[in-house]
């Protein structure tokens, strides 16, 4: 007698065993390229850069880097973007605070989120240094700036209670350029500690502020 071939039920056909699904290799390759590309671009800077360079210290291919990217030019863009990118969600984590607090103690937070990012990531603000002098990564980071600004005005509005958009703005710009010029006076200068840099940032600006008038505020209009 001919044995009957073994069919499989219909249930195990339509249904297959689930895959384990697999991280999206793509992601982690355009970070460890990112990671070495703001490393190399920071230590010698855009024009001495070297895609061979940042491709031997990303483990990966020049063929890959210009397959992802394009060219020297959209990494360096794109490295700048993904360091702001970190930033805004650092900070905009930071600002959105609930608890009820004392004018200093949100200061010294929002400082402390500013200046932990410093010493966790310092080569992300000499490479943003260096891209203030290309115009595509210029374009950017006044972008991605004028955000964090503005994120500081909603602030300087609602602590003041001046009802002048213009006049916090303006508040903001000059928290956002003090705290981006000690910053860099640590990474650049090199000679500065950044604990102490911090605290005489956060108490200038805590005197500072005090001592606004919101009536110049609104002058502003």
Known sequence: MRERPVVAPSSAVANPP????KSPPHRIASERIL???TAVFAREGFD??????????AAATKPTLYARFGSKERLFEAAVEREYELRKARLFEAYAGTEPEAFRQRLHHWSSAYFDLVAER???FVLIAEGE????????????????????????????????????????????G?????????VIGGDIELTDAAAL????????????????????G
């Open 18 to 21: 689930a895959r384990t699904p």
């Open 201 to 220: 940032c956060e108490s200038f600006l805590y005197s500072a502020l005090r001592g606004v008038d919101p009536d110049l505020i609104e002058a502003v």
């Open 35 to 37: 990671d070495a590309a």
């Open 122 to 124: 310092p080569d992300a």
């Open 178 to 186: 003090i705290f981006t010029a000690c910053a860099r006076e640590v």
């Open 48 to 57: 001495r850069a070297n895609m061979d360079v940042i491709a031997a210290e």
């Open 133 to 176: 002098r290309h115009p595509a990564a210029a374009a950017i980071i006044k972008r991605a700036n004028d955000e964090i600004v503005d994120r500081i005005a909603d602030l300087v509005g609602r602590i003041s209670g001046s009802p002048s958009r213009r006049g916090a703005r303006l508040v903001g710009t000059m928290i956002s």
